[in-house]
């Protein structure tokens, strides 16, 4: 249910963006989401429906990329992708790993009349 935080930052920011430029529709959003984050894309966006009733924003659709993030291993130093492993270093099986907290969440585009 974290993803409910985030779909209010993402609201209040287009709507900042809708006042600002007054637009009438806010058509579709991309997003950049970092892979440690792991938020649902279409989760978002179901709450930003609800959210957005009688808004410039009302039926918006959610575009998503995923920024794939990297695992340090404090170990052995071996730097990998996170889909690469499951608990354990693959070069060391050391489970005494580095993780990025999340970080990578922006608003990148809007698509908007
Ligand atoms: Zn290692």
């Avoid at 792991?38 to 995923?66: C, F, H, N, W």
């Amino acid at each position: 249910m974290h993803e409910l935080a985030v779909t209010e930052y993402v609201f209040n920011l287009v709507n900042k963006s809708v006042e600002k430029n007054h637009l009438e529709k806010v058509e579709k959003i991309h997003l950049l989401i970092g892979d440690q984050c792991d938020y649902v894309p279409q989760i978002i966006e179901e709450y930003l429906q609800v959210m957005s009733e009688g808004t410039a924003l009302e039926g918006v659709k959610v575009d998503a990329r995923i920024k794939e993030s990297k695992v340090i291993c404090k170990d052995c130093g071996a730097e990998f992708s996170r889909h690469e492993f499951d608990r354990n270093c693959p070069k060391c099986h050391s489970d005494n790993l580095k993780l990025n907290r999340c970080t990578d969440f922006i608003v990148d585009n809007i698509e908007a009349k």
